[in-house]
């Protein structure tokens, strides 16, 4: 039985509803973590198959294989990846800002629009609480569940999203999560990971047409007002299309011109998937 990981934050909901209500059977074991934890057990070794945020798989592109059809990002505004900060990024230059452990790509991203698209280097500083920080009036960034609690409670010209930043600056989706395999697990059960992946797919067809179940089990893991997991489910987007893939393609050179990975990954899936582009 293949070892697979599953981000542990509401908006892995659609992918994985139908696997908690018991309509389709994941042919595997599933490990819930937060992403960066996730990213350290594929690459330990320790999972054979799982979501990895997009700088993990970057960086670590040969040791993988980069699995068709799903993704999860967004075409625009995103939610769930925020700047807080009183000041613009324009005006960042030098600024400490706090960031999760919990999330590479994120932190990657801020820095990559930072340097880019605003010209500026700040300092960042890891924080086990970084949303304390950003109720300080702290420059921080925050992912998941932290960083919807601070777009619903914290002054909105405060707040900036990071999928709407990157999409204004590129025109491109962005692209935090994709679904990878360890290259040996891959070359010793193929048909399993396969497996693993229809049954993904699968589950999240099935979501499309519950979306019902998936809020009212949102709203148990964590409540929220009334129709936000609707309009939050719609903005994200969790098929690796061409046009996620392109925005993949984006991010990875933005990367590579900042330094923070030496070669340019092919961002294409090596596996065939079963999901129409």
């Known amino acids: ?13 659609p992918v994985y509803a139908a696997f908690d209500a018991g309509a389709i059977v994941y042919p595997g074991s599933l490990h819930a973590d937060v992403p960066a934890r996730l990213n350290a057990m594929l690459l330990a070794g320790e999972l ?17 294989v980069l699995l068709p059809d799903l993704c999860i990002g967004a075409r625009d ?3 769930s990846v925020v700047l807080v900060s009183p000041q613009p990024p324009s005006r960042l230059d030098g600024a400490r800002i ?20 605003y010209g500026v280097r700040a300092q960042y500083e890891e924080s086990d609480d970084p949303f304390a920080r950003a109720q ?10 932290r960083a919807i609690d601070a777009l619903l409670s914290m002054p909105s010209e405060s707040v900036y999203d990071l999928g709407s930043l990157w999409h204004e600056w590129t025109g491109q989706q962005t692209v935090f999560a994709v679904w990878a395999a360890r290259r040996d697990a891959y070359e010793a059960q193929p048909d399993a990971i396969r497996a693993c992946m229809h049954a993904l797919t699968d589950a999240y067809t ?21 129709g936000f997991y ?11 299309h061409f046009a996620a ?33």
């Open 136 to 145: 300080r009036g702290e420059p921080a960034l925050l992912i998941g569940d």
């Open 1 to 13: 039985m293949l070892r697979c990981g599953r981000i542990r934050y509401t908006n892995d909901l």
């Open 98 to 117: 706090a960031v999760t452990s919990e999330s590479a790509t994120g932190a990657s991203l801020l820095r990559v629009l930072l340097e880019r698209r």
């Open 230 to 240: 609707e309009a939050y489910y719609g903005k994200l987007n969790f098929t690796f």
């Open 245 to 277: 893939q392109h925005g993949l393609e984006a991010y990875c050179s933005e990367l590579r011109a900042i330094g923070a990975i030496e070669n340019m990954p092919h961002v294409f899936p090596e596996a065939i998937g079963v999901l129409a582009s």
């Open 206 to 226: 099935w979501s499309r047409s519950h979306t019902e179940y998936v809020v009212a089990q949102a709203q148990r893991v964590q409540p929220r007002p009334a």
């Open 77 to 79: 505004e995103v939610v």
């Open 48 to 64: 054979d198959l799982s979501p990895i945020s997009a700088f993990a798989w970057a960086r670590h592109a040969e040791e993988l």
